[in-house]
């Protein structure tokens, strides 16, 4: 008689008794008769989702878990065996007991292996606590370990940002939908923003393209020289205040795109990309005058007449700036609100990733060649022959931090904060880290390392970072959410840059 007749008759009791999975790996049986794999059990195979078994039933399961998962526990059956080795003997009666129906499942349940991460340098590990304790989920990141951490970069490195309002006013609008030889429009504007104490005027440059249905993905960037070096568009605004390198200081038609190749706006423009940029002087020209020009005697209190140790230098106002940008971007219907991508050259660079720590409306950031106190660790000084160390950069352009970041220059290994955690206040949303071969002073494989011991963040926030890879060789782009590339040649951003930036930008922009 066949099994299944028998089982009509009565003759015999059976019943169905399920295997279960959860996380990943293989339930095998001793037998070899009853094994369901993590492929059966996905497939939904009636030897994990039946799994019939007749009258008096003995097995043993060993949950066998695959690579980078173990075991971690059995439920329902030897929920008191805490090996991965089971042994079911089922007598007929308690097979009976379900005659027909299915029993409660065996579950096999695997974890994912911790791999410990291992911080070089003395570096501070992102996910533990000033308190000492771990980050394990999001919510602890962002209520607890981000708040914490931004506030350390604004007490010691680059200072407190102030928070009080000022009125604004946005006045000479341009618009020219012709321009760039019909590629392009461009608006130019003006942002006031202005207290009793003072005022400053952002004069904004944008490019959008024509071809396409907007509203367009930009990428917005300060600039070195004025607005009229990134391009040779005759029409564009030159800057009214101090401007380095020219003669008086002052801005000269005679540079007009004099810094294209820094911008490639034509390339941009012909792959869907729009450009913002403002002359970084107009929140605060690049000397050291004690703080009486630019936007920060704006926010003194009564008597001051100077930042305190931990408010901002001029990286804070830069990053300022950046911001005041964004809030004209954000509103003009033609600009994609969830795609602006801020993104900065050398101490630019360090300006667009302590924006885009502070300001989350900014959907990605991009560093190039940002170097010490941007994306290169601090504690790799003395390590990475050539970088730029903490003393330099506080001797030459002290006035760029917070006074407090000068009690590091003998030690940077005192700071509270590395580099790589700036970039990790970026998290979830991507981050791309260029950098050049011969810039030994920004140091390639510090910035690269900045990137990288960000990313069990972003992995914590379920992102893929690059945590764990090896530095890439030149030309090699990494496109995790936390991207690299690494160029031969020297400090400077390149058309094959921009390219990588774009590319980038194309995965990872708007979602993806
Ligand atoms: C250097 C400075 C670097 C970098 C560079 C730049 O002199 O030491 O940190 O910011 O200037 O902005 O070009």
Redesign the pocket.
């Known amino acids: 008689m066949r099994l299944q007749a028998l089982l009509l008759s009565g003759l015999i009791t059976a019943c169905s008794h399920p295997l279960e999975i959860v996380g990943e790996g293989d339930i095998l049986s001793a037998s070899g008769t009853r094994d369901c794999s993590l492929a059966d059990f996905r497939a939904g195979k009636d030897k994990c989702t039946s799994n019939l078994v007749v009258n008096a039933y003995q097995e043993t399961y060993t949950a066998a878990p695959a690579s980078g998962w173990e075991f971690d526990k059995w439920l329902n059956y030897c929920e008191t065996n805490t090996s991965p080795s089971c042994r079911f003997n089922v007598p007929a009666s308690e097979v009976g007991k379900h005659w027909g129906k299915s029993a409660p499942p065996l579950v096999a349940v695997f974890r994912e292996t911790v791999q410990p991460t291992r911080y070089p340098y003395g570096l501070p590990d992102p996910l533990v606590s000033e308190s000492g304790s771990p980050i394990l989920e999001p919510s602890q990141w962002y209520s607890l370990r981000r708040p914490e951490t931004l506030e350390l970069f604004a007490e010691h490195i680059y200072g407190r940002t102030p928070a009080g309002a000022l009125s604004s006013r946005y006045y000479d609008f341009e618009v020219d939908r012709n321009a760039l030889g019909g590629i392009a429009t461009r608006k130019q504007l003006r942002r006031e923003l202005k207290n009793s104490q003072g005022s400053v005027v952002l004069d904004i440059l944008l490019y959008l393209p024509n071809e396409g249905a907007g509203p367009y993905p930009v990428f917005l960037g300060l600039n070195?020289n004025g607005n009229h070096t990134i391009n040779s568009d005759s029409n564009i605004r030159l800057p009214r205040g101090w401007v380095e390198a020219t003669e008086n200081n002052r801005a000269s038609a005679n540079d007009r795109g004099n810094r294209k190749q820094r911008w490639n706006v034509e390339e941009l423009i012909a792959r869907g990309y729009g450009v913002a940029t403002v002359y970084y002087g107009d929140m605060d020209p690049d000397y050291d005058d004690g703080f009486q020009n630019g936007v920060h005697p704006l926010f003194y209190s009564a008597g001051a007449s100077e930042p305190a140790a931990n408010e901002w230098g001029s990286i804070g106002a830069w990053a300022w700036g950046l911001s005041r940008v964004l809030d004209y971007l954000l509103v003009d219907p033609e600009v994609s609100p969830g795609e602006v991508a801020v993104m900065g050259?050398?101490?630019?660079?360090?300006a667009a990733l302590w924006a885009a720590a502070q300001d989350e409306r900014f959907a990605m950031a991009i560093s190039n060649?940002?170097?010490?106190?941007?994306a290169s660790l601090s504690r790799r000084e003395g390590i990475a022959q050539g970088k730029?160390p903490l003393s330099?950069?506080s001797s030459?352009?002290g006035y760029w931090f917070a006074r407090n970041m000068a009690q590091y220059v003998d030690n940077p290994g005192l700071l509270p904060v590395d580099q790589h955690q700036l970039i990790a206040l970026i998290a979830p949303r991507p981050v791309y880290i260029a950098s050049a071969s011969n810039d030994l002073?920004?140091d390639p494989l510090g910035e690269f390392e900045g990137g990288k011991y960000a990313s069990k963040v972003y992995q914590l926030l379920g992102k893929d970072g690059f945590f764990g890879s090896q530095s890439p060789a030149s030309h090699e782009q990494i496109d995790s959410v936390v991207g690299y590339h690494l160029r031969p040649g020297n400090?400077e951003v390149t058309l094959y840059d921009w390219q990588r930036f774009m590319d980038f930008a194309d995965l990872h922009l708007g979602g993806g």
């Open positions: 070195f050259f050398s101490r630019l660079g360090k060649n940002s170097g010490t106190l941007g730029e330099q950069i030459r352009f002073w920004a400090h």
